[in-house]
């Protein structure tokens, strides 16, 4: 699926952003088909990827804007049931995740750039063998990033605990940082956060130690902004260990937190 054009859009009550991954045969007009039957279908393209497989297949992948009680299964259907469509992909994007292609981009709010994950596992690499304490200071990082993204999201739609965990999986998800199994309790603030394909561990190669601490502050400033407690987030498990995923524990920061604590939980 297409995740480089990713971006934030905000939340519509009315319709919600559907994504199609479509196989197609090249041949003169087969994506004017495409387009043509969409549009009478009312399914407004925010944007598409053609991705050229072979010289006789291709895949387009676009983000649809579709009211909200069309019928996905029946629509993709429709679409593979056309004479150049060979298979057909699709799902929702629950939070509107994505915009557009127009410059500057747009990422929850504020400017957002596109990056090689290996540019930023360098940056990461860096710190990690140039700087005292280079954890902490990545951890800090990620907390400030994760508390800006909640109070963003608090700025534009509901978060209630039926979907705090569902709004950071899919935007880790938008932006190409991994995919999360989030498993929380809101009365206790204990649990953890599976990621799987996480970009920094995947990038960073084989360690002794886990590698994602910005991604523990990440979340650690996300959820102390949503529950308004300090939350504590330590990576007990890492793909670049060898591991099969990452794994993030989550918990209440004691109230006589040390240095470790509040970089991991407290935003100053």
């Known amino acids: ?24 045969s090249k041949g003169p007009g087969s994506l004017s088909v495409i387009t043509d039957f969409l549009e009478k279908e009312n399914a407004f393209i925010k944007f598409g990827h053609i991705d050229n497989i072979t010289q006789e297949t291709g895949e387009y992948s676009i983000f ?8 996905l299964d029946e629509l993709a259907g429709k679409i593979k049931g ?16 994505i915009y557009s292609v127009d410059f500057p981009l747009n990422v929850i709010g504020v400017r957002g750039v596109m990056s090689r994950a290996l540019t930023i596992v360098d940056i990461i690499k860096t710190l990690n ?18 508390g800006h993204a909640a109070k963003y999201f608090k700025s534009i739609m509901p978060i209630n605990n039926s ?9 880790y998800r938008a932006v190409g940082w991994g ?20 970009f920094i561990a995947d ?6 130690q886990p590698v994602c601490a910005f991604m523990s502050g990440y979340f650690a400033g996300y959820l102390t902004e949503y529950f308004g ?15 099969d995923v990452c794994e993030h524990i989550i918990s209440l920061a004691p109230t006589s937190a040390d240095k470790e604590y509040q970089l991991r939980g407290e935003i100053k």
């Open 129 to 146: 063998q140039s700087v005292p304490h280079a954890e902490g200071l990545l951890t800090l990082s990620g907390l400030r990033g994760g």
């Open 64 to 71: 649809t804007e579709l009211k909200k009680d069309m019928d």
């Open 203 to 208: 990038v960073y190669g084989g360690s002794d």
């Open 229 to 243: 407690k300090n939350i504590s987030v330590r990576e007990v498990s890492c793909k670049a260990t060898g591991k």
């Open 1 to 24: 699926m297409v995740r480089d054009l990713c971006m934030f859009a905000g939340f519509n009550e009315d319709s919600r952003i559907v994504w199609f991954k479509i196989t197609y």
């Open 163 to 171: 979907n705090f965990a569902s709004m950071i999986a899919e935007l």
């Open 82 to 97: 056309l004479e150049v469509v060979s298979a057909v992909e699709h799902g929702v994007s629950e939070f509107g995740m």
């Open 179 to 198: 995919i999360l199994e989030i498993d929380c309790n809101p009365e206790t603030y204990e649990g953890k956060i599976i990621v799987k394909d996480s």
